[in-house]
């Protein structure tokens, strides 16, 4: 993070007088400022890359940082990797802020170098011993972290390559990576819905429906061992972690559900969040200090989106903004930056996606095309993963909730409930 | 035995007859004797036994004819109880309706829940389990706490009208397992539904 791109740019554009650039460097740490506004991305020439799996490594990173919406990719199809030193004016006429230099070294390791076009200087250079055998999804995962770093060391925000969306399909639960590759069923899970990442990116939640009812289910995606949690008979659903991983919170009842929570490391019983004296009240969604949950009541009859601290005290009503011709809001997706609360919302009879921001409580609808329900948010707070039936079944889409920009996850057979993972160090 | 003493009495005739003569002659070879009485008892035993066994056949023929009648009533009345049964339990399985985003019942609903009183009644060692479902419109996870109280809805009827609260299980399946495929209200209103099912007893079920 010390040594950005950004920073540069923004003295670069302080000193030419542009007030938005004055007025972000005045604040340390609003760096990602620029690469909201439009027309600020800054752009990146990807070099033609030599290596065994030069194609495929330079197309991973070359999408990763496309699919990012921070970075303007300029990627020629064709050419030789230069040799010499840059010549850096000729990269500047091309609209690139930064170069990137991609070598795939004999022992399989990845080596970048940065290069910074305004500085005429290389800002980062770093070598990655890769050991997973090529192609296969620890190896792809591996790429996709170098694809991270370089969004960081360009724009001074991580990026989200390097992560994986599990969802419903067919009964069951299934991930794919956040570039669409990668589909494969989660091991072990029979009835799997509702999926939920523990922030360790290693330990899932589902609920899973049985003869006798749904459960609750924590599963080990590591050690591939998995345990009830739930621990009444009736409904139990909608599992999420708390930010400090050491809570499940779960909706659970069997005349009217309530939200309980229950700490994974033992210790005290179940505790009850919610007092709905009958109601349905469901999909929790933590704020990202763990002192709040936002999560769907129908307590005043129709669901809508609640707060509530996450002992049960000060429950509020948030989605109190009229719009929309029916009051139907639900599936609060609580934005890992903590502004916004992403959920469901019917409009002319169909559920749209809209974000709610937190400070003035303005809505901001993000789809109008097809029904969209099960907002989830990467964790960079920015893009979303969201089921639409647009493309004439649900799939999953992914929204960068900054520009609008969509993208279909995955296709084939029916796909609902996305859940975005954190960032993952593991394969 | 006695047939043999006059054949015997012939030959030695003859013995005597052929010693008299001065020039001997080989004796013709005998005529061969047939016994026409030991013919005849023959085939009277032989028809004797063919009557016997005609008569064990037809003996066996008519009582598996009477076992086969048998067994085909015991089958239709056990296919009658079966039937009976079945049918029992098919109105037992009855489903009821809800109208959308709702779970109180309504008065066809009422009744089809009192149609399987009597069948409880009859049978206090019956457990049943009821399972709430939804139409797919609405939040997927929101639909699973909604089909969870229409399926309690059902069981406080019930248990309002003496069913013993333990008798009774409720499951929540949300838009999960719809029993109409389509995206129509004729589909919907098929879907948003409490279903019965007899999970315990229902071998043994006695008709009210």
């Known amino acids: 993070m010390s040594r950005s791109l950004v920073r540069p740019l923004l003295v670069a554009l302080a000193l030419l007088g542009l007030p938005l650039a004055s007025s972000l ?162 091991p072990g899970v029979g009835s799997g819905l509702h999926p939920a990442w523990h922030p360790n990116g290693r330990i899932i939640a589902h609920t899973e429906f049985a003869d006798d009812g749904s459960h609750v289910v924590v599963r080990d995606l590591a050690e591939g061992t998995a345990r009830r949690v739930s621990f009444a008979l009736g409904a139990n659903f909608t599992p999420t972690f708390s930010p400090d991983g050491k809570t499940l919170v779960f909706s659970s009842g069997v005349d009217g559900t309530d939200l309980w929570a229950v700490r994974l490391e033992g210790g005290e019983g179940p505790v009850r969040v919610t007092v709905g004296r009958g109601s349905e009240n469901a999909s929790p969604s933590y704020s990202p ?41 639900s599936d609060p997706s609580w934005a890992p930056d903590g502004r916004h609360v992403a959920f469901q919302t019917q409009i002319e009879g169909r559920f749209q996606i809209a974000i709610i921001n937190l400070r003035d409580r303005s809505v901001k609808q993000l789809t109008i095309e097809g029904a969209n329900e099960q907002p989830s948010w990467a964790p960079d707070a920015r893009h979303l993963v969201f089921t639409s039936n647009r493309s004439g079944s649900r799939q999953l889409w992914v929204l960068d909730s900054e520009s609008g920009r969509m993208r279909q996850l995955t296709h084939g057979v029916l796909a609902r409930m996305g859940a975005w993972s954190p960032r993952l160090v593991v394969p | 035995m006695n047939a043999r003493l006059p054949m015997l009495a012939a030959l030695a005739a003859t013995v005597l007859v052929v010693s008299a003569c001065p020039a001997p002659t080989p004796p013709p070879p005998p005529e061969p004797v047939v016994n026409q009485d030991s013919i005849d008892a023959a085939a009277r035993a032989r028809a004797e036994q063919e009557r016997l066994a005609a008569e064990a056949e037809a003996r066996r023929r008519a009582e598996a004819e009477a076992e086969a009648r048998r067994r085909a009533e015991a089958e239709a009345a056990a296919r009658r109880a079966a039937e009976a049964l079945a049918a029992a339990r098919a109105a037992f399985a009855q489903a009821i309706y809800y109208d959308y985003d709702k779970s109180d019942l309504k008065p066809e609903a009422r009744a089809t829940l009192d149609a399987k009183l009597p069948l409880l009644r009859a049978n206090a060692n019956v457990r049943i389990r009821i399972a709430g479902h939804t139409d797919e419109r609405g939040s997927d996870a929101y639909n699973i706490a909604l089909g969870q109280r229409r399926a309690a809805a059902a069981k406080r009827y019930l248990v309002d009208q003496g069913i013993a609260a333990d008798r009774i299980d409720v499951v929540s399946f949300g838009e999960d397992r719809p029993a109409a495929m389509g995206s129509d209200e004729s589909a919907w209103s098929r879907n948003r539904r409490a279903e019965f099912e007899i999970i315990v007893g229902g071998e043994t079920l006695r008709l009210p």
């Open chain 1, 289 to 329: 200090d763990g002192r709040r949950i936002a999560f769907v009541s129908g307590r005043l009859g129709r669901p809508e989106i609640y707060i509530t601290d996450s002992d049960g005290a000060n429950p509020q009503w948030l989605t109190t903004t009229g719009f929309g011709d029916q009051s139907y809001r």
């Open chain 1, 25 to 186: 460097l005045a604040q340390e740490g609003v760096r990602i400022g620029l690469t909201y506004t439009a027309g600020t991305r800054p752009g990146l020439y990807v070099l033609p890359m030599r290596g065994a799996h030069a194609d495929s490594i330079r197309a991973i990173l070359v999408r990763d940082l496309d699919f990012g919406d921070r970075i303007s990719v300029i990627a020629p199809d064709s050419g030789t990797p230069p040799t010499g030193p840059l010549n850096y004016a000729l990269y500047g006429r091309l609209g690139a802020a930064a170069v990137l230099q991609v070598v795939q070294q004999v022992n399989g390791a990845v080596s970048i170098t940065l290069h910074e076009v305004g500085a005429s200087r290389v800002l980062q250079e770093k070598t990655y011993p890769i050991t997973a055998d090529p192609d296969t999804p620890a190896w792809r995962m591996a790429i996709h972290r170098i694809s991270d770093d370089i969004e960081e060391w360009v724009t001074g925000v991580r990026g989200i390559a390097a992560t994986r969306i599990m969802f419903n399909r067919g009964g069951t639960l299934w991930m794919v990576d956040s570039d669409g590759a990668n589909v494969q069923r989660v």
